[in-house]
């Protein structure tokens, strides 16, 4: 039996609490980031209202009439724009800070952002570092439990993010990315520390490589749907609020695309996403045949990646032909995404079944190597 690098996975160890507390400054940095913008478009907005009445009147004396609406509806502000007494300096703003499609355009310096994003880089290549390294210490693929799950599912979160900042500019997300990416690397350190193990029978399979790291990327996307799915909420709620002066989040949320846009961009990536997923369940009904010699064996597990199929299934399927859009559609992203966290986490810790894997002490039949 192939013994233990001790000293490669001391520094696995190592970097990734590095690559942790770099995800924590750059969850800080992004907070900060939205803060310091909103002040920023607080004062822009200001600017634009000032400059306003000043360019109706210089419209004004070169013989360009200005149009007369007593007794007509007033204009209505485009669909996906917030509404107010000052509609106009709003939808103004809005289109010189953000786009549809989420490109970057360059009107507003964010100086604190783009360090985030570097910690981000950091961070990443010092987390991917410390998988890898695990997993060469171990003589297998770094992801046979719970903790090496976690982790190498919020190293993917995170490159997968920076993936798409290359070319759109989702520097809006860094918050909940962030975040998410710090609460998953937390849970792995402090629920389920895992030493290096021996994997048990049924896992030394060639088919590990290819099930669990199409699920992982998977989930990883999904995880951006998520995020994307509850800023759409949020910017659902500021489009068709009465009153947005009294929005709290406001000034944020103009660095935000409409929800409408964040709503076709999650769909678009639930779509990968689900694909990957379908695959995921055929090659463990695959691997299952080969290890236990069927098929489907309504395991617990097995059963809640159905679950999660299902849901998936029918999100897709609910606004592509049945026009489920909007709030709804954002909700079946977020169940889709709650059932994801509740099949690797409660059903991997508290119910028995073939794919106890978690890796928490006394919960796994695993040898340490000697």
């Known amino acids: 039996m192939p013994s233990i690098n001790l000293q490669l996975a001391s ?37 634009l209202a000032l400059q306003r009445p000043s360019r109706e009147l210089a419209g004004a004396g070169v013989g360009r009439p200005v149009p007369d609406t007593a007794g007509d509806h007033p204009p209505a502000a485009p669909a996906g724009r917030a509404q107010s007494g000052s509609s106009a300096t709003a939808m103004q703003l809005d289109e010189e800070l953000v786009n549809d499609d989420m490109d970057y355009l ?7 952002a783009n360090v985030a994003v570097s910690l981000m880089v950091i961070g990443a290549l010092l987390h991917a570092f410390a998988v890898i390294a695990r997993g060469v210490a171990a003589s297998r693929v ?14 993917l979160v995170a490159v997968v993010y920076l993936l798409f900042l290359i070319r759109k500019d989702i520097r809006f997300l860094g918050t909940f990315v962030s975040g998410l990416v710090v609460v998953m690397m937390a849970a792995a350190t ?59 989040l406001r000034p944020f949320l103009r660095m935000v695309p409409p929800a409408l846009s964040l709503e076709n961009w999650s769909y678009r990536i639930n779509a990968v996403g689900f694909v990957m997923w379908t695959f995921t369940l055929i090659a463990g009904a695959i ?36 026009g489920w859009t909007g709030e709804r559609a954002a909700w079946l992203s977020i ?28 919960a796994e039949t695993a040898e340490l190597y000697r």
């Open 106 to 112: 360059g009107t507003m310096r964010r100086p604190v």
């Open 142 to 155: 770094p992801w046979g439990n719970m903790y090496e799950f976690l982790t190498t599912g919020a190293m």
């Open 287 to 322: 691997w299952a045949e080969a290890a236990w010699g069927r098929y489907w064996g309504w395991d617990t597990k097995e059963v809640w990646t159905f679950v999660v199929w299902v849901v998936y299934a029918g999100y897709l399927h609910a606004r592509a032909t049945r």
């Open 190 to 248: 402090m629920g389920f520390p895992t030493p290096i193990a021996h994997l048990q029978p049924a896992l030394q399979s060639p088919w590990i490589i290819i099930h669990v790291s199409v699920a992982v990327l998977a989930s990883a996307l999904f995880t951006l749907t998520f995020a994307m799915s509850v800023l759409q909420l949020i910017q659902h709620r500021r489009e068709a609020a009465i009153s947005v002066e009294k929005a709290r």
């Open 11 to 47: 520094y696995s160890d190592l970097f990734m609490l590095i690559a942790a507390f770099i995800y924590v400054a750059a969850f800080i940095l992004f907070t900060l980031d939205v803060a310091t913008s909103s002040t920023t478009i607080r004062n822009l907005e200001s600017e």
């Open 335 to 362: 169940i889709g995404y709650a059932c994801i966290v509740f099949n690797f986490t409660i059903v991997n810790t508290y119910f028995p079944g073939l794919h106890s894997y978690a890796g928490i002490p006394g």
